[in-house]
């Protein structure tokens, strides 16, 4: 049964249309300060060098890429009194160490030759982080840190050993042994188990402590003889899937599809269920092979979604590019399907499979791209999304594309602008969607440079946002729409609405000490501070702060905290993995009988020494 459709609802940017209610194209180039440049590059005399090698067979990995980054020196303990150092913008990772008094050295890249050799020359004395990453054609291998004990993979971070080197030294054992990947091996076959070649595989991710999975791994296609063989895994728990992908690309004016082109494959998880909820997962381990993965498609009806695209001046939207994202229970849009419209604005797409997608259409921007003079674009062009529960054919959807949604603001300093050296203040205000797994496909906010006259305009807003801000030395302290106060109150802006961001240098530093159970420093710890009001429970709350921990030392930082009473705890990484992404208010619930409470004061420092909170 077929089910009609023709709605007019608000699109998201609530500046257009829609009939009903992933990784998007390229913005172009980053925002930019034209006259701005970086400071000039140090130069020392040490030189790190070393060689990547296969840790399996101890053979020279060719055409590595290799990194060298600067790690800034742990922080001292502050005395009383202190000023508070500078802090990261809230809801990134915390920087946890004071910036170094000499020159700052920028990353650096290098590739290894046919010995699997590598050199960084003219480095500035200090402490240096050493990775390495196979090159394009040794995918098998896994990406390594110099001194790491496991390979980075999603979810799983070993910050290895760091080099400290000194004016005119050489440092000549960094060796770096990448491991070979794990693989999953197996078979595609029908129902009545005959080989399916050309099925796509590829699985999706659990890390340690988390129940949201991601897409992890290039996945591959299966043979004549339907097996299939994924390499280049991390070790860890995974969900396997398999996927028919017929064709879904059709002309609006095809003839109708018969019973029989309604059914096809569906997306089938691993051993044989279209239910996501009900598949087994596969454990692998890094350097091992996990073989007899079969995987018994399953058949069902496929629906076909058309409809027609217009701007908002309600012409049709020709040639406009369109795709359906899916999403699957307890993960993030793991499959997508595109369309594209004809000289009539319409479009068709067949063989879709039933679930929860957000479909987003996007018109391209008029060409040359024309440029503002902080060098973001003038025109993004219009866009439009929608969210789909496909549960059967859906035809005549009308989408009515729109530039999103032009709101102005100031920039009030409870404290008085920030005093700024060699130029104006260079500050913009940013849109940050309140949830970002739900509006994949959907571009966000050009950054909003703020004028010397303290105002601002953002073109393009769409969805629920938070606005975010920073400046040297000053932090968001309230957004105000009119009177309303929306720091952490996730808003659909309407064209003509007009917001107040308040700055405020009186912000507070925690900081202290992190010890295991043994009393010594962690070596993969994450630290979490939020407030004691349950309201603010979530990672893009202003008072929700992470902070890395020094391995080394155990010493962390967090700085730029507005006054308050918060929580603190420090977690192992699998703990700290199941507060990624959007969260559960009650997973904050839960910490709260382990956690220490400070109280924070303006241009106050608190001291908490904590141990790891291991739970159980």
Known sequence: MRAAVLVALSVIAGAGTVVAQVPPPPMGQPTRDPGRRPPPEPVGTAIIRGRVVSGDTGSPMRRATVNLSMIAPAPPLATAGAPAAPATAPGAAVQITTQPTGAFARPKTATTDQQGAFEFRQLPAGTYRLSASPAQYAAGYLSMTYGAKRPSAPGSSDPGMPIPIADGQIFDKATVALPRGAVIAGRVTDENGDPLARVQVYTILYPPGSTRGQRTGGGGSTDDLGQFRLFGLPGGDFVVVAESRANTFTAPNAPPETEDDKLGFMT?????TADEGSAQRVRTKVGAETPGVEIRMV????????????DSQGRAGVRTNGTLYKRGPGTSFTSTYGFSTDEQGRFQMRNIPPGTYRLTARQQPMM?????ADGSMQDQGEFATLPLAISSDMDNILITTSAGATITGTVVFDGGPPQTQGGPLQMRVNGAFADQDNMMGVPPPQPALVTPDLTFTMKGMSGELLLRAGAPGAYVKSVLLGAEEIIDTPHEFKSGERVTVVMTSRVGTLEGTVTDTEGKAPNDATLLVFSDDKSAWRNNSIRTRRAGVDSGTGRYRVTGL????????????ERANALAGPTDPSLFEALTKEATTVVIGEEEQRQADLKVAIGG
């Open 562 to 573: 507005l006054p308050g009473r918060y929580y603190v705890i420090a977690l192992p990484r």
């Open 268 to 272: 089938t998880f691993f051993p044989g």
């Open 368 to 372: 040359p791209l024309q440029r503002n």
């Open 299 to 310: 058949t069902g009806r496929l629906f076909h979604v058309s409809g027609m695209v217009t």
